[in-house]
């Protein structure tokens, strides 16, 4: 049974950073692109970032880049996700999630979802 488990989320205030982790099981986690996606209140879900089976290669949504990376470690089966520089509408349900390869942005390329964290941004 694939597991997807997000941990990390919370409260914080705006200019504030916060990490997010994702621990895998059940799958090969070697042979997944591993994604980020969040879905604000009454919007719909949206990419945030991805990463590549090797790690080689991360994707970023434009409200993303330069403030977020994505990584993962192979040893922990685990995908992260570091915010800076967080503003209010950074404030969403943050879901972790596996694909096939090659990347995509889309959410319904994803297989398998986790039950997502909370992350709210003060202002």
């Known amino acids: 049974q694939v597991q997807l488990v997000e941990s990390g989320g919370g409260l914080v205030q705006a200019g504030g950073p916060l990490g997010l982790s994702c621990a895998a099981s059940g799958l090969t986690f070697g042979s997944y692109v591993m994604g980020w996606f969040r879905q604000a209140s009454r919007k719909e879900r949206e990419f945030v970032a991805a990463?590549?089976?090797?790690?080689?290669?991360?994707y970023y949504a434009d409200s993303a880049k330069g403030r977020f990376t994505i990584s993962r470690d192979h040893a922990k089966n685990t995908v992260y996700l570091h915010m800076n520089s967080l503003k209010p509408e950074d404030t969403a349900i943050y879901y972790c999630?596996?694909?096939?390869?090659?990347?995509?942005?889309?959410?319904?390329?994803?297989?398998?979802w986790g039950q997502g964290t909370q992350v709210t941004v003060s202002s």
């Open positions: 999630a596996a694909g096939p390869t090659p990347y995509r942005s889309t959410w319904y390329a994803y297989e398998f």
């Open positions: 990463i590549s089976w090797s790690g080689g290669s991360t």
